[in-house]
């Protein structure tokens, strides 16, 4: 079984900056990639920040130059966000795709999703 927790969420006012993390557990053979995604009220879910095994972090258009993934060797993922607007609001969720086993194929697990709210 596999857990990603993710924590950091909150009320922010345009500009401000929040930091979310994300710690994965449990029956872990290898992570192969790690990052955030977030859906809004009414609208999909869609890709924020992925690392893959030695490459660099895929961001959403729009938070380049603004939001900055990042991993380290602990399974954990974190997300910097810096300058938010109100069109950041959103749960946040954290992803991964996890091999629990030498001999099984990897699959995607996500965490409960961290509510980010940017108002004044």
């Known amino acids: 079984q596999v857990q990603l927790v993710e924590s950091g969420g909150g009320l922010v006012q345009p500009g401000g900056s929040l930091r979310l993390s994300c710690a994965a557990s449990g029956s872990i053979f290898s992570i192969n990639a790690m990052g955030w995604y977030r859906q809004a009220p009414g609208k999909q879910r869609e890709l924020v920040a992925v690392?893959?095994?030695?490459?660099?972090a895929n961001y959403l258009d729009s938070v380049k130059g603004r939001f900055t993934g990042s991993r380290d060797n602990a399974k954990n993922t974190y997300l910097q966000m810096n300058s938010l607007e109100p069109e950041d609001t959103a749960v946040y969720y954290c992803?991964?795709?996890?091999?629990?086993?030498?001999?099984?194929?990897?699959?995607?697990?996500w965490g409960q999703g961290t509510q980010v709210t940017v108002s004044s």
């Open positions: 690392i893959p095994n030695g490459g660099s």
């Open positions: 992803y991964a795709n996890i091999r629990t086993g030498v001999l099984r194929p990897s699959a995607d697990y």
